[in-house]
């Protein structure tokens, strides 16, 4: 592993990384430059400050297998584009003002250096003795029924109605993601993305899990669909191409959804958010987590960092 950060945040990084991964050798620099020079073996996985991303993808363009993780105090276009190019880039962690939030680095080193592992729930990642409930919707009707519980069950959490109301809205866009455009019939066309307002009833084996989970510090939402057809391009580009048409939207009142509705809703997950991370099996399972961060005044949300991830994974 390398890092490539400030001097001064490189110790409690450094540690972070050390131990997720479980004592494998890492080489900290101030440039990768010098952390190339000073590299011995194979690298896996080098974790970078934002300014870093430019030299850093020019000097491991011919290394395919590396990833690379970028702590931002923002994630712009230029960023998300790079992610689009380069599929060494898994992801970025947000910087906030206190640094990078540990169970976050632990997770992506862990996911990095231990892919054979299953990838955890947001339960997992959180606080021991969050409270989760999970719903298996099949139909149409299910999942409008989901969506209230959801806002419900964490007003019950002690989640304030304006929060809830954000999570509840975040499910939606899950759902519709999990049961009208991932399923494939037996050749892989898609069986429901054609109309998206069509009432829909799933065979057994096409029912996506979702599940809520809450602790002291955060609300996370997790859908799992077990047909893995979640590309990266999907995720960056479809962010990319909602902040674009957001900005035009100011004065055109036009959003571009020429991707249809999924690339839309995963702009809208990244703009409501505070983490948001996909793994994906091929053809196996699609995870997408959405997390709200409950420490943080909901005024502030928007303008405060975000972390996102996409994550190729192996079948275990």
């Known amino acids: 592993m390398a890092l490539v950060i400030d001097e001064g945040a490189a110790p409690s990084v450094g540690r972070c990384m050390t131990s997720a991964a479980s004592g494998m050798p890492l080489v900290v620099g101030g440039s990768i430059d010098e952390v190339l020079a000073r590299l011995r073996g194979q690298l896996r996985l080098i974790v970078i400050g934002s300014g870093h991303l430019p030299s850093t993808l020019a000097a491991l363009r011919p290394i395919h297998d590396v990833r690379i993780a970028v702590l931002a105090h923002q994630i712009d276009d230029s960023m998300l584009a790079a992610a689009l190019r380069a599929p060494q880039i898994l992801g970025f962690l947000a910087w906030r003002s206190v640094g990078v939030r540990p169970w976050e680095l632990s997770y992506v080193v862990r996911r990095v250096v231990?892919?054979?592992?299953?990838?955890?729930?947001?339960?997992?990642?959180?606080l021991w003795g969050a409270s989760t409930v999970t719903w298996r919707p099949r139909t149409s009707s299910d999942r409008d029924q989901t969506v209230r519980a959801v806002e419900l069950v964490a007003m019950r959490f002690g989640i304030?109605?304006?929060l809830a109301g954000t999570a509840a809205d975040a499910a939606h866009e899950l759902l519709m993601n999990a049961m009208y455009d991932a399923p494939v019939d037996a050749s892989g066309s898609p069986r429901y993305a054609e109309d998206r307002q069509a009432d829909i009833r799933l065979e057994?084996?096409?029912?996506?899990?979702?599940?809520?989970?809450v602790d002291s510090s955060h609300?996370?939402?997790?859908?799992?669909?077990?047909?893995g057809r979640l590309p990266r391009g999907k995720l960056f580009g479809g962010i990319l191409?909602?902040?674009?048409?957001a900005?035009?939207?100011?004065?055109?009142?036009?959003?571009?959804?020429?991707?249809?509705?999924?690339?839309?809703?995963?702009?809208?997950?990244?703009?409501?958010?505070?983490?948001?991370?996909a793994e994906v099996v091929p053809g196996r399972q699609t995870l997408v987590s959405w997390m709200l961060d409950r420490t943080v005044n909901q005024r502030e949300i928007r303008s405060l960092p975000r972390s996102l991830y996409y994550l190729e994974g192996v079948q275990a």
């Not at 057994?204 to 989970?213: A, F, Q, S």
């Not at 036009?254 to 999924?262: H, I, M, R």
């Open 114 to 126: 231990a892919p054979q592992q299953p990838p955890p729930n947001s339960a997992d990642l959180l």
């Open 160 to 162: 304030g109605r304006r």
């Open 204 to 213: 057994e084996h096409e029912i996506p899990v979702l599940r809520l989970t």
């Open 219 to 227: 609300l996370a939402l997790d859908i799992i669909d077990p047909f």
């Open 241 to 245: 191409r909602g902040r674009s048409g």
């Open 247 to 277: 900005l035009a939207s100011r004065a055109s009142s036009v959003l571009d959804v020429s991707d249809g509705g999924a690339g839309l809703g995963l702009f809208n997950l990244f703009s409501s958010g505070a983490v948001v991370r």
